[in-house]
């Protein structure tokens, strides 16, 4: 079983920067593929970014805006955000795998994803 809680979303302005982080449960964290999932209201959940080993995935409406990374010695995935949109208000989810993943289709997948955590707000206003 493997735990997760985010934090940091907020409440922020068009153009700003937030960090998301995602502390993990588990003692082979640096096994896990790890994703960030986001929901908005009335939207099906969409893959974010994702890293399994040195793999990373973006979807192509943040690439160049957002990078994932993580520190295998804290158990801890973060999500930096720049130059937020308003498109980016939703509510985004950490996502744990823990085996790693071969390809970025698998990354980009909520099936593929076991744990799950409760989700954090982010909201970006005009």
């Known amino acids: 079983q493997v735990h997760l809680v985010e934090s940091g979303g907020g409440l922020v302005q068009a153009g700003d920067s937030l960090r998301l982080s995602c502390a993990a449960s588990?003692?082979?964290?640096?096994?896990?593929?790890m994703g960030w999932f986001r929901q908005a209201p009335g939207k099906e959940r969409e893959s974010v970014a994702a890293?399994?080993?040195?793999?990373?995935y973006y979807a192509d409406s943040v690439k160049g805006r957002f990078t994932i990374s993580r520190d295998n010695a804290k158990n801890t995935v973060v999500l930096q955000m720049n130059s937020l949109k308003l498109e980016d208000t939703a509510v985004y989810y950490c996502?744990?795998?823990?085996?790693?993943?071969?390809?970025?289709?698998?990354?980009?997948?909520?099936?593929?994803?076991?744990?799950w955590g409760q989700g954090t707000q982010v909201t970006v206003s005009s």
């Open positions: 996502a744990a795998q823990n085996t790693p993943l071969a390809n970025t289709v698998a990354l980009r997948t909520a099936s593929t994803y076991d744990y």
């Open positions: 588990g003692r082979a964290f640096s096994s896990y593929a």
């Open positions: 890293i399994s080993w040195s793999m990373t």
